[in-house]
Structure formats: C-alpha cells, structure tokens
C-alpha cells in the first residue's frame, strides 16, 4: 500500500507522537500485547510447545523482538501490505532467526501453512468496513482446528482514546475508523469464531503505572485503551 510505503521509515516516529500523552514509548505497547498472548498460551499449556504464528500486518516488524521474546520456540510469520515496510522489517530484525517477513496483497495468505496462532494488533481501523469479515474467514481457515486468533484494537468508548485519534494528524492514520467493541464481536461470529472473549487494557498511564498490576481485575470494564480478543478455531 503507497500510503504506508511513504511512512515506512519513520512510522515510529508517528507512533511516539500519537503515544506521548500516555508517558509511554511505543515499545511498551509492542510488549505488553506479546506479553498477554504469552500469558494466554501458558495458561493452556503451549506456551513451550513448537508453534507457528502469523503476524498479520506486521508494519516495519516492532513486535517481532517480542514475539521472540516470550515465545521463543514459535516460528513467526510476517505479512504487511506495504512492502517499504517489510524491507525496513527484515532489515531491523536480521539477527532473529525462524522469523520470515513477506509482503502480501492485503486478502491471500503468502504461505502454505496452517498456524497455531495469529496475532493482528491496531490493523484492522486502517481497512475499510467491508473487508473485515471476509479476511477474518480467511485467517480463520488459515487456523488449525483449536488454533487461536488474537486481534488487538484501541477503543473508541474511552474518551481519552478518541480525543488522542482526533487530535492526531499523522498522515497514515488520517483514514483509520477504530472498532467499538461490540462491532468486532460481530465480524469475529460472522467470519465462524463462535468461541471468544473480550479482555479491556491499558487503563493507567506511566504516571499511575503502580497501578498497573491491578489491571487484570478490570478487564471487562469497557473502558480501557485498548481491548482485544482471543478467538478460537473450533470447528472445521
């Protein structure tokens, strides 16, 4: 995609301007969604097994390290539409290893593979309403059968988020529509995740991160900066 071919060499510095009002860098943000997809496969048992993960709309590959981090057994398969951002991808992350990055054209999966795990963070508001569902199909096949999907998206019922996507005018994300909540449960039943669950996050800023621990009793306040959802691939 031309628009975020342009930006590919400094998107993070997109990211740090729309952030700074939370007094985190944008590296906080990248980890914590790895962190809570580990926590995810700990808790049923696979955080050790040898897992294959698809990155969709991996961007310029700022999760990729964290991938690694807390699921160093996974191979990790990286997809973004822009491929200015898959060079800056691949070039920043050359001391990895079982990490692939490839461009795609937005709805054909560029591997023959079925993936245990796919992880989507902050993708989906950049594509237009009426491809959501049929690309959802698509990752949902893509799965094995119990494979899980984990989207991520900032939400619009904080107040705090939507004045921050208001206020920014940085160019790539002039177009973006954020998801209410509600709406992504919707194309996740339509696309065949019958089973899901909501977790709301990031309700504190840097200032308050004392309070942070404390989040996880608050996951299914609808109030957080973010949500996301794991879905999984129960049926053929």
């Known amino acids: 995609m031309a628009l975020f071919d342009k930006f590919a060499k400094n998107y993070d510095e997109g990211h740090t301007t729309a952030v700074q009002l939370s007094g985190f860098e944008p590296s906080y943000f990248h980890e914590y969604k790895c962190r809570k997809i580990a926590d995810c ?16 709309g991996c961007g310029t590959g700022n999760s990729e390290k964290y991938i690694k981090k807390y699921l160093p057994n996974a191979s990790l398969y990286s997809i973004d539409v822009s491929e200015e951002s898959i060079k800056v991808a691949r070039e920043s992350n050359k001391e990895l290893t079982d990490v692939t990055f490839e461009p795609f054209d937005g709805s054909s999966i560029p591997f023959d593979i079925e993936f245990d795990v796919i992880f989507i963070a902050n ?13 959802l199909k698509t ?26 996507a208001i206020q920014n005018d940085y160019k790539f994300d002039k177009d ?7 709406y992504a449960k919707g194309i996740l039943t339509k696309a065949g995740f019958t089973q899901q669950e909501i977790r709301f996050t990031i309700f ?14 608050l996951s299914k306040l609808p109030l957080g900066a973010h949500y996301y959802f794991e879905a999984q691939r129960t049926h053929d």
């Open 176 to 182: 973006a529509k954020l998801l209410n909540p509600f």
């Open 123 to 135: 993708v989906f508001h950049h594509i237009r309403h009426e491809k959501h569902v049929a690309i």
């Open 204 to 217: 504190f800023p840097q200032f308050l991160s004392f309070l942070i621990p404390h989040e996880k009793y």
């Open 139 to 164: 990752l949902h096949d893509k799965l094995k059968k119990g494979g899980l999907l984990f989207i991520f998206e900032l939400n619009p019922l904080n107040p705090l988020t939507m004045w921050v």
């Open 41 to 56: 496969l700990r808790s049923k048992g696979l955080l050790d097994k040898r897992l294959k993960l698809l990155n969709y």
